[in-house]
């Protein structure tokens, strides 16, 4: 009886860490095979934009994540994706920064509305009504300079916002003559890069419009 107890505890033992490694090696192969579809997915958007993607290995234990640089027409185009740890793991993120060669002279904040940002802004300030009541009903901005923003965010540049608000799924940031806009995603299919691809166009024609001066 004992001996038999013995064996069980044995095999227990041997199975237990081999069971874990099998886990282990399964999450990487996961998460690698992601990334490698986000190296993919982003040297078709650098193509798009006649940007090259520097290929990097992608090594098992520890991932290289895709970032590309370059510029396209006027404006300078970054698109990183990374990790962030948090106590859940880490969420991917990914972020797209578009630079002008013109300045403006205002920031703003710009996402949709939710029920979260809502209760966010009963302890906030009020955002900038831009006067177009459809805009303004689904989008929540915010400004350093309130006055300018009607006049920026003019029926063109509302109109275009909404047609393509299923679009953005993060938050856009202007700061003088960059927009910055992040998600809490990869882009790991072919779904998600038709959409980034067709968000990058949106942000560059939102920050040329932003840069460019007003007709008097």
């Excluded at 880490?90 to 060669?101: A, D, E, P, R, S």
């Excluded at 904040?109 to 831009?130: G, H, I, W, Y």
């Excluded at 998600?192 to 419009?209: G, Q, T």
Aim: charged share 20%; hydrophobic share 40%; glycine share 4%.
């Amino acid at each position: 009886m004992n001996f038999s107890h013995n064996i069980h505890k044995y095999i227990l033992f041997i199975i237990a860490p081999v069971l874990a490694v099998v886990v282990f090696i399964g999450i990487q192969f996961l998460r690698n095979k992601k990334i490698r579809y986000a190296w993919k997915n982003l040297s078709l958007i650098g193509a798009k934009y006649g940007i090259p993607l520097p290929m990097k290995a992608v090594t098992f234990f520890k991932p290289v994540y895709p970032q590309l640089s370059g510029t396209t027409g006027n404006v300078k185009l970054i698109v990183n994706t990374e990790r962030e740890t948090d106590d859940s793991g880490g969420n991917y993120k990914t972020t797209v920064i578009i630079i002008q060669t013109q300045r403006a002279k205002f920031k703003f904040e710009l996402c949709k509305k939710s029920l979260l940002n809502k209760l966010q802004r009963l302890f906030a300030d009020d955002p900038v009504e831009t006067g177009n009541t459809d805009f303004d009903k689904h989008f929540i901005l915010n400004s350093n300079n309130p006055p300018l923003m009607p006049s920026y965010f003019n029926s063109n540049i509302c109109v275009l916002l909404l047609n393509n608000m299923h679009l953005v799924e993060g938050t856009i940031s202007f700061d003088f003559d960059t927009i910055f806009y992040s998600e809490n995603t990869i882009i790991s299919d072919d779904e998600k890069r038709e959409r980034f691809s067709a968000l990058i166009d949106l942000l560059v024609k939102v920050s040329l419009h932003m840069t460019t001066p007003l007709k008097r």
